[in-house]
């Protein structure tokens, strides 16, 4: 058995996969494969329909937004936020937390001005920087919740006079969030929510249409509303798959039982983390994503070694990211506690060899 701690695409629940599998070959009995039906026959507009439902609930979507299921990834989303939201003569305030972030950003400057109002580049983004005042005569606010390459998470969200973006791609569907503090939420659906291949984008309907810009269809949010995120074929099979991962996650409790699952498995990985004299922790403490665990050896004669142990117990996936370096556990929603146990004895027994 493996224990996938990879960090993109990320794990899935097993039993989903068995779901998914038997839709490729006949979905729902119907003698057809989800991959060869319309996209406008009943049967996928009740797949959309039931995912549209599911993000809903489980996210406690209040009126006003809407809720899209876009090509593209999360990278699409750093310049169709601007291309929508952003005026040609005004600016756009960004945090800068780590790459993906940084990739946000330079998007946004093909459309506009944009303030970098913080950023945690002096460290290697091993932070989430804080100390920060948001201008009030900014489009709007970009943070990423959550640092997938650095492995640092923001706790909590800054109150703000202006509407705020988030790219959530890395703990969407983690932990319970306040929809309504938000202007726009993305995601791209390979960590917490299906297969790549799309993207959630939750947006509040006012915002949109305030700027003068011509936007081609694709990227433009009123179409993809009006259209019902099917402007076009719609990316049938990662909608299915993902409608499928919510649908296990609601039996599983929701997004409330699986925060204090997440909790829990990061807090016991953190404490090995912490005591083990052969590791450290590379992040700030109190910011440490609980989805990415970033960790490396005191000694590096010992990163090889480890990585080679860790493999041979079905450990698979916790190279950390070239960029950084050493370690990182990712922990998503899909990853059992026993499997986070599996890696911190791993970590016990390493350490006892190599005394
Ligand atoms: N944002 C974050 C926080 C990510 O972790 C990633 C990918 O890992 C991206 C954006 C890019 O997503 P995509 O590959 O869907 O474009």
Redesign the pocket.
């Given at each position: 058995m493996k224990h996938n701690f990879g960090?993109?695409p990320g794990i899935l629940p097993h039993e989903v996969l068995k779901q998914a599998a038997a839709g490729v070959v006949d979905f729902n009995g119907i003698g057809l494969s989800i991959l060869e039906i319309s996209h406008r026959s009943p049967d996928f507009e009740a797949v959309l329909d039931e995912a549209v439902k599911l993000v809903k609930e489980e996210l406690g979507v209040p009126e006003g937004y809407s809720v899209l299921f876009l090509q593209g990834?999360?990278?699409?989303q750093f310049a169709m936020v601007p291309y929508n939201l952003l005026p040609e003569n005004g600016k756009a305030a960004y945090v800068e937390s780590g790459v993906?972030a940084n990739k946000a950003l330079k998007e946004a400057k093909f459309f506009g001005n944009v303030e970098v109002i913080a950023t945690a580049k002096d460290a290697n983004f091993t932070y989430i920087p804080k100390d920060y005042t948001i201008p009030a005569d900014a489009a709007y606010l970009h943070l990423?919740s959550?640092?997938?390459i650095y492995g640092t998470q923001l706790q909590e969200f800054p109150a703000s006079p202006i509407p705020v973006v988030c790219?959530m791609?890395?703990d969407i569907f983690s932990r319970k969030v306040n929809v309504a503090d938000f202007g726009l939420i993305y995601a791209?659906a390979?960590?917490n929510m299906g297969p790549?291949g799309t993207?959630l984008v939750i947006v509040k309907n006012e915002l949109l249409g305030k700027v003068d810009r011509k936007i081609p269809s694709m990227f433009n949010y009123q179409v993809q509303i009006d259209g019902g995120s099917m402007y076009n074929t719609p990316p049938v099979f990662a909608i299915y798959v993902s409608m499928l991962t919510l649908r296990w996650l609601k039996s599983k409790g929701g997004v409330e039982a699986i925060q204090k699952e997440n909790e829990a498995k990061a807090n016991v990985l953190y404490e090995e983390i912490d005591r083990n004299p052969l590791f450290k922790g590379v992040c700030k403490v109190e910011d440490r994503s609980h989805m990415n665990v970033c960790f490396v050896v005191e000694n590096p004669e010992h990163e090889k070694p480890f990585l080679k142990f860790a493999e041979e117990r079905g450990i698979d996936g916790i190279k950390g990211h070239r960029s950084v370096g050493g370690f990182r556990a990712s922990i998503y929603n899909a990853l059992p506690i026993s499997s986070v146990y599996v890696l911190i004895e791993a970590m016990q027994e390493f350490a006892e060899k190599n005394k």
């Amino acid at each position: 058995m493996k224990h996938n701690f990879g960090a993109g695409p990320g794990i899935l629940p097993h039993e989903v996969l068995k779901q998914a599998a038997a839709g490729v070959v006949d979905f729902n009995g119907i003698g057809l494969s989800i991959l060869e039906i319309s996209h406008r026959s009943p049967d996928f507009e009740a797949v959309l329909d039931e995912a549209v439902k599911l993000v809903k609930e489980e996210l406690g979507v209040p009126e006003g937004y809407s809720v899209l299921f876009l090509q593209g990834g999360a990278s699409t989303q750093f310049a169709m936020v601007p291309y929508n939201l952003l005026p040609e003569n005004g600016k756009a305030a960004y945090v800068e937390s780590g790459v993906w972030a940084n990739k946000a950003l330079k998007e946004a400057k093909f459309f506009g001005n944009v303030e970098v109002i913080a950023t945690a580049k002096d460290a290697n983004f091993t932070y989430i920087p804080k100390d920060y005042t948001i201008p009030a005569d900014a489009a709007y606010l970009h943070l990423t919740s959550n640092n997938t390459i650095y492995g640092t998470q923001l706790q909590e969200f800054p109150a703000s006079p202006i509407p705020v973006v988030c790219d959530m791609s890395s703990d969407i569907f983690s932990r319970k969030v306040n929809v309504a503090d938000f202007g726009l939420i993305y995601a791209g659906a390979q960590k917490n929510m299906g297969p790549a291949g799309t993207t959630l984008v939750i947006v509040k309907n006012e915002l949109l249409g305030k700027v003068d810009r011509k936007i081609p269809s694709m990227f433009n949010y009123q179409v993809q509303i009006d259209g019902g995120s099917m402007y076009n074929t719609p990316p049938v099979f990662a909608i299915y798959v993902s409608m499928l991962t919510l649908r296990w996650l609601k039996s599983k409790g929701g997004v409330e039982a699986i925060q204090k699952e997440n909790e829990a498995k990061a807090n016991v990985l953190y404490e090995e983390i912490d005591r083990n004299p052969l590791f450290k922790g590379v992040c700030k403490v109190e910011d440490r994503s609980h989805m990415n665990v970033c960790f490396v050896v005191e000694n590096p004669e010992h990163e090889k070694p480890f990585l080679k142990f860790a493999e041979e117990r079905g450990i698979d996936g916790i190279k950390g990211h070239r960029s950084v370096g050493g370690f990182r556990a990712s922990i998503y929603n899909a990853l059992p506690i026993s499997s986070v146990y599996v890696l911190i004895e791993a970590m016990q027994e390493f350490a006892e060899k190599n005394k």
